[in-house]
Structure formats: structure tokens, C-alpha cells
């Protein structure tokens, strides 16, 4: 318990750009399908990318938070900053991808039917009322939202010196995934609701205590043993053992990767644009490419185009974002 265990945030923004990756990887993996099979059954785990974000934010959130000496009257505040930092550069993917889809009929992209969609997808509210994400990739936003929420809630419970006010707080949020059972009778979209993914962020509060030495490894233990017996019988395997793998990560890498720590600071722009480039590589390049390296090369094209486009995003549209979100302080 006297060691430092703040070093579990090193390898926080290598994590980052190595999901948004396995994530791009998973969206392009269609094009490489029948030509490797392996390779792409492989590729299918990418898809889980979106859990290690939801781990990251349940530690680094109340780090941050407890960092700024957050209290129950920031909670506005709070969810400005959040909503200033993430949700500029969502709406201009968005419209990047409407506009990208749509330019050659501008009668469409006008359209009634089309706008409202728009609307509904930037105000988190599609699969509530009947419409489609624009993109699939969109789902993890109003999740990461309700989570600000509930997190900006509870954060003074969690770091409570009464350390079983603290346990049953979290008890209490990590049990909201069994509201699931009852979700799912009346409304298709689970996913879309932060009561799939309790055990998920439980996991995350969990690393924040035992990495702020809030409780020792015994009690760490149990924790994520809990969450991930519970995540085994609500989430798909694949969520839980992502979710777990990250923890894993996180307790024992420690140390920056340069690489991907490069790919982290433009995670969320690439996370968010990387589509259109599978949507145009897929079009136009893909019935062209015909050997197992012209596929490989495909993919490559498709990551690197990817990045730089992300990072073109990042400096244009995400880095002000950022730069608007610090501008809120607490009171």
C-alpha cells in the first residue's frame, strides 16, 4: 500500500490508440474476409476496442475529477466541459460522413427525413426514437455520456471516508446491470444504455481506488473478480475478457509506448472518421485488389489515410474543443 501506483496511468494514452486501431482494423475487415479467414477472425476482436475506452474513462475520469476538487455543485460545469470536449468534433464527423454519403444528391441530403436523423444523432437519441446511427461507431457516445452523468453523481460517494458508504455506492451502480433483464423485454437497444456496461465501468472505479491506494490488492480482487463473473453472464464473452485484458494491461505495462501514445493523442478523431476511408478504399479500390498482398496493402491504405486524416481533424476540429473544454472551471 506505500508504493506509488499512480505510474498505472502511463500506458493510458498508448492504450487508447491501439483500440481506436483494433477498431478501424475491425471495420475493414470485411474486405479481407473470404481471402483470410484467420486474419479476420482475428480482426472481429477489434471490435471490443469501444470497452477499453469505457475502462480508461472509469479511472481516469474520478482521477481527474478528485484532481480538481470536484463537488456536487461542478456537476453543470462538468458535463459542459465534457460536452465541449467530445461533442464539436462528433458533430462535424457526423456531417463529414452525411455530406461525404450524400454529395452528388443534394435533394437528399436536405432532406426532412435526413435532418431529422441528423438531429436525433447528435442529441444521443436515435436508437430511442426509431432512427439509425448515421455511423455504427456513434453508439459509444451516449454511453460515455450517461456515464458523465452518473459519474458526476456519485464521484463524492466514491471518495467518501466511510469506506463502506463507498463499497455500497458502487455496489449500487455496478447492480444496475441487472435493469437489463427488464430493458430488454420492452426495448431492443440494451446496448445503447449504460446498464449493459455496469460492469464494464465498475472494473474502471475499481483500478481508480486501488490506484488512488484506496484499498489494497485483496479488495481490488474481489472487485474485479465480481465484475467480471456478473459482465461473463450479462455481456457477451468477448466484453468481458477485453474488459478484464485492459485491467490487466493497466496494472502491469506502466510505460509509455511511443507509437501508440502518438495514436492515443488522436484517438477519438480517428475513432470517428476512420469510415469514410474504409467506405472509399472499400468502393473504389477494393474490387481491384485481388491477392492476399494487394488486400494487405488495402488495409494499409486504409490505416494510414485513417491517420492522417484524424490528425488533420484533431489539430482543426478537436484540439480547440479541448482547448474550450479546460476554459470551464469549477467553482
Same mark, same amino acid.
Given at each position: 500500500?506505500?508504493?506509488?501506483?499512480?505510474?498505472?496511468?502511463?500506458?493510458?494514452?498508448a492504450?487508447?490508440?491501439?483500440?481506436?486501431l483494433?477498431?478501424?482494423?475491425?471495420?475493414?475487415?470485411?474486405?479481407?474476409k473470404?481471402?483470410?479467414?484467420?486474419?479476420?477472425?482475428?480482426?472481429?476482436?477489434?471490435?471490443?476496442?469501444?470497452?477499453?475506452?469505457?475502462?480508461?474513462?472509469?479511472?481516469?475520469?474520478? $482521477?481527474?475529477m478528485?484532481?480538481?476538487?470536484?463537488? $456536487?455543485?461542478?456537476t453543470?460545469g462538468?458535463?459542459?466541459?465534457?460536452?465541449l470536449?467530445?461533442?464539436?468534433?462528433?458533430i462535424?464527423?457526423?456531417?463529414?460522413?452525411?455530406?461525404?454519403?450524400?454529395?452528388?444528391?443534394p435533394? %437528399?441530403?436536405?432532406?426532412?427525413?435526413?435532418? &431529422?436523423?441528423f438531429?436525433?444523432?447528435?442529441?444521443?437519441?436515435?436508437? $430511442?426514437?426509431?432512427?439509425h446511427?448515421?455511423?455504427?461507431?456513434?453508439?459509444?457516445?451516449?454511453v460515455?455520456?450517461?456515464?458523465?452523468?452518473?459519474?458526476?453523481?456519485?464521484?463524492?460517494?466514491?471518495?467518501?471516508?466511510n469506506?463502506?458508504?463507498?463499497?455500497?455506492?458502487?455496489l449500487?451502480?455496478?447492480?444496475?446491470?441487472?435493469l437489463?433483464?427488464?430493458?430488454?423485454?420492452?426495448?431492443?437497444?440494451?446496448?445503447?444504455?449504460i446498464?449493459?456496461?455496469?460492469?464494464?465501468?465498475?472494473?474502471?472505479?475499481?483500478?481508480?481506488?486501488?490506484a488512488?491506494?484506496?484499498i489494497?490488492?485483496?479488495e481490488?480482487?474481489? $472487485?474485479?473478480m465480481?465484475?467480471?463473473?456478473i459482465?461473463?453472464?450479462?455481456?457477451?464473452?468477448?466484453?468481458?475478457m477485453?474488459?478484464?485484458?485492459? %485491467? %490487466?494491461?493497466?496494472?502491469?505495462?506502466?510505460r509509455?509506448? &511511443?507509437?501508440?501514445? &502518438?495514436?492515443?493523442?488522436?484517438?477519438?478523431s480517428?475513432?470517428?472518421?476512420?469510415?469514410?476511408?474504409?467506405?472509399?478504399?472499400?468502393?473504389?479500390?477494393s474490387p481491384?485488389?485481388?491477392?492476399?498482398?494487394?488486400?494487405?496493402?488495402?488495409?494499409?491504405g486504409?490505416? %494510414?489515410?485513417?491517420?492522417?486524416?484524424?490528425k488533420?481533424?484533431?489539430?482543426v476540429?478537436?484540439k480547440?474543443?479541448?482547448?474550450?473544454? &479546460?476554459?470551464?472551471?469549477?467553482?
Open positions: 500500500m506505500a508504493t506509488d501506483r499512480s505510474s498505472i496511468l502511463n500506458s493510458v494514452n492504450l487508447r490508440g491501439f483500440a481506436a483494433m477498431v478501424c482494423l475491425y471495420h475493414a475487415a470485411y474486405l479481407i473470404e481471402s483470410q479467414p484467420f486474419l479476420y477472425d482475428i480482426l472481429f476482436w477489434g471490435q471490443e476496442g469501444v470497452y477499453v475506452f469505457y475502462v480508461i474513462s472509469a479511472l481516469v475520469l474520478p $482521477w481527474s478528485e484532481h480538481s476538487s470536484f463537488k $456536487w455543485s461542478d453543470g462538468f458535463l459542459l466541459k465534457r460536452l470536449r467530445l461533442h464539436p468534433p462528433f462535424l464527423a457526423a456531417l463529414c460522413f452525411l455530406v461525404y454519403m450524400n454529395w452528388w444528391q435533394h %437528399v441530403l436536405y432532406s426532412w427525413p435526413v435532418i &431529422k436523423n438531429i436525433f444523432n447528435i442529441t444521443y437519441l436515435a436508437p $430511442w426514437f426509431g432512427e446511427w448515421i455511423l455504427d461507431v456513434f453508439w459509444f457516445l451516449p460515455q455520456f450517461q456515464f458523465y452523468i452518473a459519474i458526476a453523481l456519485l464521484f463524492p460517494l466514491l471518495i467518501h471516508k469506506d463502506w458508504i463507498r463499497r455500497l455506492v458502487l449500487a451502480f455496478f447492480c444496475l446491470c441487472f437489463n433483464v427488464f430493458i430488454s423485454q420492452v426495448h431492443e437497444f440494451v446496448k445503447d444504455a446498464f449493459f456496461h455496469a460492469p464494464v465501468f465498475t472494473m474502471g472505479i475499481a483500478l481508480f481506488w486501488y488512488k491506494q484506496r489494497g490488492w485483496i481490488f480482487l474481489i $472487485w474485479i465480481l465484475a467480471s463473473v459482465a461473463f453472464e450479462t455481456v457477451p464473452p468477448r466484453i468481458a477485453v474488459s478484464i485484458g485492459t %485491467v %490487466v494491461v493497466l496494472l502491469f505495462l506502466k509509455k509506448i &511511443k507509437i501508440f501514445d &502518438k495514436l492515443g493523442d488522436i484517438s477519438y480517428f475513432y470517428l472518421t476512420h469510415f469514410i476511408f474504409i467506405s472509399i478504399f472499400g468502393y473504389f479500390i481491384y485488389s485481388t491477392t492476399v498482398w494487394q488486400k494487405y496493402l488495402l488495409l494499409a486504409i490505416v %494510414v489515410s485513417s491517420v492522417l486524416f484524424a488533420l481533424f484533431y489539430w476540429i478537436e480547440p474543443s479541448a482547448r474550450w473544454s &479546460k476554459a470551464i472551471k469549477y467553482k
